[in-house]
């Protein structure tokens, strides 16, 4: 199956700092999408992007899809952004998520 | 705008006992998918329907079952549970063809 590689795994940043999480995959994919889970285990939709690169807010993402990764940008990050966020990809329907990446952000 | 309903929220049963999560999708999506996440895991597929068929399994053990109703509702069945049963249900829902997933709020399940 797809391998779906997330890092770092832990990440620690200040209030207004700025980030970079990445997504590695193994296997070619037409669905990509980038969650974060909430501390009551709410998973967010934060963007379907199998290529190319989206804003919202704050939040970007970037998917080269030829190269196999994906990249989440955070800017001026904020203590709500605290938990953890999931790359997942899927061939088709199923979605095959990597293991996360912990934010923590402090005031 | 709907999102994908869940129920219950919370569920606490005990070992061998029987457990029903029912999902509901956002309005003309026809493809359902299940989800379990253990403590500190990722999700992890089990299973999915499209047009009430089942349309790909993971990793769900023979004790679980899982069906589509005609509403395009789905209900995942959990008998003989154990206590490692204990996790988060997701539900999931999209249009056929590797559209955007929309995940649900999820059912904790914790069996004692």
């Known amino acids: 199956g797809i391998q779906v590689e997330q890092s770092p795994p832990d990440l620690i940043l200040q209030e207004g700092a700025n980030s970079t999480l990445r997504c590695n995959f193994s296997d070619s994919v037409n669905n990509l999408q980038w969650f974060h889970q909430n501390p009551w285990g709410q998973l967010i939709n934060l963007f379907y992007i199998p290529s190319g690169t989206k804003q919202n807010g704050r939040l970007s993402a970037t998917t080269v899809a030829t190269e196999r990764y994906s990249l989440l940008y955070i800017s001026s990050s904020q203590t709500t952004d605290s938990g953890v966020y999931f790359c997942?990809?899927?061939?088709?329907?199923?979605?095959?998520f990597g293991k996360g990446i912990t934010l923590s952000v402090r005031p | 705008a709907a999102g994908v309903i869940q129920s219950p929220r919370h569920l606490i049963k005990e070992k061998r006992e029987t457990a029903t999560l029912k999902c509901y999708p956002i309005p003309r999506h026809d493809t359902v998918y299940w989800y379990q996440q253990g403590p500190g895991q990722d999700p992890q597929f089990l299973i999915s329907?499209?047009?009430?068929?089942?349309?790909d399994k993971g990793s769900i053990p023979d004790r679980f079952s899982a069906q589509q109703f005609s509403d395009y509702h789905s209900e995942l069945n959990m008998s003989s549970l154990e206590l490692g049963d204990s996790a988060l249900y997701f539900c999931?829902?999209?249009?056929?063809?590797?559209?955007?997933?929309?995940f649900g709020q999820g059912t904790r399940l914790t069996v004692v």
């Open positions: 329907f499209y047009e009430k068929m089942q349309s």
């Open positions: 999931a829902s999209s249009s056929w063809g590797g559209t955007e997933a929309f």
């Open positions: 997942a990809v899927g061939a088709n329907s199923k979605l095959t």
